[in-house]
């Protein structure tokens, strides 16, 4: 028996859930390498952003990754704590604050990365296939989320 054709809205429907089913399972197995460290969401964003490794004020680092102000502040004391960040005073005027990435941070985005990729590759039995269709289409969705973002958080995200 073949499977019809899914319509197209249930298509982005099935495609959401799959994201974050995977999300979820590539977070559940957690890191081979003993150095690894573990990041929760928010830290993972914000670690994402600064990997060009240019210094950024923490309100430019709120305004890419969506985070509030008071949430960001927990989130970087956190990485601060882990040796993935410093903060530094910002070198225009001395009164603000920029963070960076440490070297350990640098390595930690490396490693982690790198075992993601083995995990989806072994899952997905190495077939890539369709490999450069997916990146191209879930890397649209993911700008298009990202440039159409709420202005402020949703009261009820996800627990």
Known sequence: MTKQPLPAEDGWVELADLALIISREI??????????VGLTQSEGMVMRYLVTGEP?????????????????????RGLENKGLIRRQASPSDGR??????????????VAVRHEWARAVS??????DT??????????????????????????????
Not at 122 to 127: K, L, R, T, V
Request: hydrophobic residues 30%; proline residues 7%.
């Open 27 to 36: 977070q559940y197995r957690g890191y081979t390498d003993k150095d690894a």
């Open 56 to 76: 950024a004020a923490p309100s430019q680092i709120a305004a890419a990754t969506g985070l509030q102000r008071t949430n960001l502040s927990t989130t970087l």
């Open 96 to 109: 603000g604050v920029t963070v960076s990435r440490t070297e350990r941070g640098r390595v930690n985005h």
């Open 122 to 127: 072994e899952a997905a039995a190495h077939d």
């Open 130 to 159: 369709h490999l450069e269709a997916a990146l191209t289409l879930l890397t649209a969705i993911k700008d298009g989320l990202t440039q159409n973002r709420p202005p402020t958080p949703s009261r009820h995200p996800p627990a």
